[in-house]
């Protein structure tokens, strides 16, 4: 009896379906060797998403994987979502700059650096189609043409100190540039953002607590202001589960300001 032969297409679904079962400590690149055309498949799934941590002193970190340069330089066009958070000098290093040549097209970018992000940093990845964005800095830099346009396309934005309504790093006018920002995730509440940005929907204020992820109250009657509390080490899993299944930190605030709006519009 002949193998089942299926159309390509239903192949395409069977495998990505396998894919996503495989659990926790297992590999899913033996799934790789099964033919030339299921390895194209499935790379195109897997590379969509990267992130990794590297410590001094620790092995780096890979969630779920890290891949090689030579394999980002055949696949790394269809990474969308990549995290990258060093920690101190490491030997697996590579300047962030050259992934972002490899991978064109990120439009999720995590990018957490011990010493910080100056202006040339920010200006590295700005080619970037960006719309979401973590970067550890204090302040955004001063609007220069090519970062008007770059912050006109961002809608999150995560982890600026100082971006506030009140002058200092990011001032007002440096905020009028995001024009298209709905999601702000920032350490204090600072209810004037909402009149500063008039496109904001959601403000997040995140702190790291000593537990996963919880969502509470705030200070503030405002139903779009929202509190997340992240454990200490959780911030990669809360990542992942927004890009993979949309209930982290960003999906998570929306459902809470969904429902707070439906019970105040029912008043």
């Known amino acids: 009896m002949a193998d089942p032969i299926f159309p390509p297409e239903i192949e395409q679904v069977i495998f990505t379906d396998a894919l996503g079962l495989k659990h926790d400590g297992e590999s899913p690149l033996d799934l790789l060797l099964v033919a030339r055309r299921v390895h194209t498949w499935l790379m195109e799934v897997l590379i969509k998403t990267i992130a990794f941590t590297l410590r001094r002193g620790t092995p780096a970190r890979k969630y779920p994987f890290r891949w090689e340069i030579n394999t980002l330089e055949r696949y790394g066009m269809h990474t969308r979502h990549f995290f990258y958070w060093e920690g101190g000098t490491h030997p697996d290093r590579i300047e962030p700059a050259r992934y972002f040549a490899l991978c064109p097209n990120i439009t999720n970018l995590v990018l957490w650096i011990g010493r910080g992000l100056n202006q ?54 440096t905020l009028r540039y995001f024009t298209s920002l709905t999601h702000v995730a920032i350490p204090d509440e600072d209810e004037n953002l909402f009149g500063c940005i008039p496109t904001l929907q959601v403000l997040v204020v995140s702190r790291v607590g000593t537990t996963g992820l919880e969502i509470g109250g705030s200070g503030t009657d405002d139903p779009r202001v929202v509190e997340v509390t992240y454990g200490p080490n959780s911030q990669v899993e809360e990542w992942l589960l927004d890009v993979q299944e949309g209930r982290g930190m960003w999906g998570s605030a929306d459902n809470v300001v969904r429902e707070r709006l439906k019970r105040k519009t029912a008043l």
Do not use: C, M, W
Request: glycine residues 10%.
């Open 120 to 173: 040339a940093d920010i200006e590295s990845f700005s080619h970037l189609p960006l719309t979401h964005l973590s970067i550890n800095v204090y302040g955004l830099p001063k609007a220069t043409p090519k970062l008007i346009q770059f912050y006109s396309r961002i809608t999150h934005l995560e982890n600026v100190s100082g971006f506030s309504s009140s002058g200092g790093g990011s001032d007002s006018t």
